[in-house]
Nanobody
Framework: QVQLVESGGGLVQAGGSLKLSCAAS????????MGWFRQAPGKEREFVAT????????YYSDSVKGRFTTSRDTAENTVYLQMNSLKPEDTAVYYC??????????????????WGQGTQVTVSS
């Protein structure tokens, strides 16, 4: 059973930065595609970023491209989401997810098998 625990959320002013962490346990982290999603109140869960097992291949949604960067530390079983130039519209609960069955990147939340509990990010204007 894979467990994912996010941390690093909080309140920040527009233009500021936050770095989210997602610590994995209970599985073979180095094999998994990892993804980040977010969900704002009243909205559907939205893809943010994903990276392959090594972290060398990444893909981002258009809304965060150039501002957010995902990376992973295999030795620490942790994936990160560095968020810069934050905007009020980035306000949401952010989730990390692990895809343990596929090796290709996916932007669909339905392909991910395990999820963290989420961490709140609030960007004030």
């Amino acid at each position: 059973q894979v467990q994912l625990v996010e941390s690093g959320g909080g309140l920040v002013q527009a233009g500021g930065s936050l770095k989210l962490s997602c610590a994995a346990s209970g599985g073979t982290f180095s094999r998994y595609v990892m993804g980040w999603f977010r969900q704002a109140p009243g909205k559907e869960r939205e893809f943010v970023a994903t990276c392959n097992w090594s972290g060398r291949i990444t893909y981002y949604s258009d809304s965060v491209k150039g501002r957010f960067t995902t990376s992973r530390d295999t030795a620490e079983n942790t994936v990160y989401l560095q968020m810069n130039s934050l905007k009020p519209e980035d306000t949401a609960v952010y989730y990390c997810a692990a895809d343990v069955t596929l090796t290709r990147l996916s932007t669909s939340w339905t392909t991910y098998d395990y999820w963290g509990q989420g961490t709140q990010v609030t960007v004030s204007s």
